[in-house]
């Protein structure tokens, strides 16, 4: 019986590890998608003058998983949630964040960019989208180093803390 | 008015409606400052909502409605001062302006808004319309000061002209709209009802539109506004031996006072119109007409149909 739960333990400790190394691998790459929407929302406002609701449509057909589930709860919501747009985009963050690996970081970045989006002339908005681009690639080069770093040590990790409380409790 | 009170913030949408209730009918113009109370303008009167003072949150949702979030798509619109919105309504922009090599490139901080409500007077034309026909329709000039109705009696015209009235077929119309005030035209769409056989070349300068419709799309009747200029005379002439009848309003307080004008003086002295409307604002909301023949001699007097008195 003992060995039973032991086994239990351990294997849940390994998932945890697993899920931590999983989310540091994701990480980046979502910061990545989020900065190919942007790009996509850049090309959409200069090129296509799209108004931001069709523009958030083109992104989130466009988009994988779970960047596309922001979008797309984005181009439902505006006018329908609330007619400011400020809120919709921070309740839509707030569902993204669940969803995603993001960190605090990104999220912030995010909520200033959706401070400036729509309010400003196509000058100035293209500057404030390459603004949250920079700041991502800031953050997806901190992510990445993470990810060395931490990444295959948090799967092992994970076993060995699971083997070790064992250990101690036996 | 749903177009309209859609673009309020809750707070100043319900005060707005409360203050309107039934007066939407002879509701002018809603007027917005920053930090001043909304001013409303009727038929016969105005009136300050001292409790309704719009902050600058405020303006922000409004501005934001009007583009559909999307300021960054309104840059022809920042620069000429004014938008259209659904239903053909207008509002005027004041505020910052920023320039670029000494020409204005935009509104950059909006802190005055106007909202001017449209109402299109469907038959105010009615009895005019036999006297512009005789044997097919005839070269008209529309004089009259602002505010008397010149685009009011135009658009009609251009509505009844291509839809037919009585036992006269409906006639190929097109339009040139170059302040958008006929047609009201959002994106290329008119807003007011301009009958089914009726073509709009919108935000076009006169003397270039006039050309580019008659290449194009081969109308019968054009519809001008608020000719004036040498280039659009010249436009004019070279429309009417196209052979095409041509409609056009004017500014102008009578005829004698026209004939002093260069660019229309010629017009005149050519002979080309064949009927004169002299338009007159007798009181608010009391508009007449007077229409000549090409010798100035006096046809008819008649109100304009469709104000509600």
């Given at each position: 019986?003992i ?13 945890i ?12 790459k ?9 790009q ?17 449509y ?8 779970p ?27 707030e569902t ?9 970081n990104e ?12 309010k ?18 800031r953050?997806?080069?901190?992510a ?16 060995l803390?699971?083997?070790f ?6 | ?36 109370p909304?001013?409303l303008?009727?038929?016969h ?13 405020d ?15 309104m840059e ?50 009615n ?20 505010q ?42 008119p807003?007011?009802n ?18 580019m ?18 280039k ?9 031996h ?24 010629a ?13 007159h ?5 009391q ?10 001699r006096?046809?008819?007097y ?8």
């Open positions: 019986m060995w039973v739960g032991a086994m239990l333990f351990i294997a849940t400790t390994t998932w590890g697993f899920e931590w190394s999983n989310r540091l691998a994701n990480r980046p979502h910061i990545r998608q989020v900065k190919n929407a942007l996509i929302l850049e090309a959409e406002m200069m090129y296509s003058h799209l108004p931001l609701q069709d523009a958030f083109t992104i989130q057909k466009q988009t994988p998983f960047i596309h589930a922001f979008f797309d709860r984005l181009y439902k919501n505006m006018n329908y949630e609330s007619k400011d747009f400020q809120v919709v985009w921070e309740n839509s963050l993204f964040m669940d969803i995603s690996c993001l960190g605090k999220k912030e970045i995010l909520l200033q960019f959706g401070q400036t989006l729509g400003h002339d196509f000058l100035q908005q293209q500057k404030h989208i390459q603004l949250a681009a920079s700041h991502l690639e953050e997806l080069e901190a990445n180093e993470q990810y060395q770093r931490y990444g295959k040590m948090a799967k092992s990790l994970g076993v803390c699971g083997v409380i064992v250990l101690l409790l036996l | 008015m749903i177009e309209i009170s859609r673009l309020f913030p809750e707070r100043l949408q319900k005060e707005i409606e409360c203050a309107l209730t039934n007066r939407w009918e002879t509701l002018q113009e809603i007027r917005l400052r920053l930090q001043q909304i001013e303008i009727f038929n009167s105005y009136e300050h909502l001292s409790s309704l003072v719009p902050d600058k949150r303006f922000v949702h409004i501005i934001q409605q009007l583009s559909d979030y999307s300021l960054y798509r022809e619109e920042l620069r000429e001062g004014y938008m259209t919105i659904e239903g053909g309504h207008r509002v005027g922009l004041a505020g910052r302006v920023n320039t670029l090599n000494g020409s204005v490139k935009a509104i950059q901080y909006i802190t005055f808004l106007n909202i001017r409500i449209a109402k299109q007077k469907l038959g105010a034309a009895k005019l319309m036999p006297h512009l026909y005789h044997n097919g329709y005839m070269n008209t000039l529309i004089v009259g000061a602002p008397t109705g010149k685009t009011t009696l135009i658009r009609d015209i251009t509505r009844i002209i291509s839809s037919g009235w009585k036992h006269i077929s409906p006639c190929k119309v097109g339009v040139i709209d170059e302040r958008s005030e006929i047609a009201a035209s959002i994106k290329g769409i807003q007011h301009l009958g089914l056989r009726t073509d709009v070349m919108d935000a076009c300068p006169k003397a270039e539109g006039m050309m419709m008659i290449r194009s799309m081969s109308p019968e009747v054009l519809i001008v506004d608020e000719i004036g200029g040498k659009d005379v010249e436009a004019l002439l070279e429309a009417l196209a052979g095409v009848v041509v409609i056009c309003s004017v500014h102008g307080y009578s005829l004698e006072e026209l004939k002093r004008r260069p660019g229309v003086q017009l005149l002295e050519k002979g080309i119109f064949n009927r004169f409307v002299l338009l604002q007798k009181s608010p909301l508009y007449t007409y007077t229409i000549f023949d090409s010798n100035h006096n046809l008819s008649a109100k304009m149909e469709g104000y509600a008195t």
